[in-house]
């Protein structure tokens, strides 16, 4: 599906209605992560589904609504929840938000996400910064930027050296050390799910250097970047990835969920404070 401009300006034309915030900071939030929109103040709350073309989440732990309000002084957008490529929807579906962030005048964005541990080193609990990517769907041709490029918007090509802005990495590092939080910095591997990896795709994926694995945020990141947004990206390491065959064990949605419990006090101790003395 192609969105076209009378599509965006009716999305924009609903968020209006409902509050005159100009919002700075977009904040796209994950599995099991959404309590961390309870944070922000004076917030209005606009479910999806009263949003046209927003794709609406259909996976548990993802409430469904768009928050808009302030943090830590911040006129922050947030994502209570976001769609996935596996539902069913197109990459450009599943990226909609962000061009609305981009047209609500957001300058940066700040994603999270649950994520599989690829890294034998990383524990249940802990936070991974996402320094890089490795964009599976993407590089086999499921790209949220293919088809028709709009120069208005952004670059025909977009260089992705340098996709983490260093500024925000630098100050969530600063953040998490300040406040004893365990933190990583490492590659994600964005995979299209629904089903978790084989042992066999763990070992791969760990010898093409990914330290996490998911089922989202790198197409979010795709279109952010284009639009020219700075990024900021947490995983929240909710699962340590099984790599060999025969396991006693098995990944589950609902170990991804009973984690939050665990990660989202840190992401949002981490949030806050990237906010709260936000780097220029």
């Not at 965006?8 to 904040?27: F, N, R, S, W």
């Not at 890089?132 to 208005?152: E, R």
């Not at 998490?176 to 590659?187: N, R, V």
């Not at 330290?211 to 979010?220: D, K, L, R, Y």
Request: hydrophobic share 40%; with cysteine.
């Amino acid at each position: 599906m192609d969105y076209t401009t009378a599509d965006y300006e009716a999305a924009i034309a609903v968020i209006k209605e409902h509050t005159d915030i100009i919002p700075e900071i977009g904040l796209v939030l994950g599995s099991g992560l959404g309590t961390l929109a309870n944070e922000i103040e004076n917030a209005t709350i606009i479910p999806y589904e009263k949003i046209p073309g927003w794709p609406l989440s259909t996976v548990h732990g993802h409430s469904g609504n768009l928050v808009i309000g302030t943090l830590e002084g911040k006129k922050v957008v947030a994502q209570q929840g976001r769609a996935h490529f596996y539902e069913g929807y197109t990459m450009k579906q599943v990226t909609f938000p962000i061009r609305i962030m981009h047209l609500l005048g957001v300058s940066t964005v700040i994603l999270t996400n649950a994520a599989g541990g690829v890294d034998s080193s990383f524990n249940v609990g802990d936070v991974m910064l996402i320094n890089d990517h490795i964009n599976l769907p993407g590089l086999t041709g499921k790209n949220p930027l293919m088809g028709p490029n709009d120069d208005s918007v952004g670059p025909r090509f977009v260089g992705l050296a340098q996709a983490y802005d260093r500024a925000l990495r630098e100050k969530a590092r600063e953040v998490a050390q300040t406040y004893d939080i365990p933190m990583h910095e490492g590659t994600y591997a964005a995979v299209s799910g629904p089903a978790f990896e084989t042992p066999a795709e763990i070992r791969m994926l760990r010898v093409i250097g990914a330290n996490a694995v998911g089922m989202s945020t790198v197409h979010e990141v795709l279109v952010a970047r284009h639009a020219g947004l700075r990024v900021m990206a947490c995983s929240g390491i909710t699962n340590k990835a099984i790599d060999k065959v025969d396991s006693d064990f098995e990944t589950n949605h609902e170990e991804v969920l009973e984690a939050g419990k665990v990660i989202v006090p840190r992401l949002t101790t981490i949030l806050k404070g990237v906010l709260k003395d936000f780097p220029a």
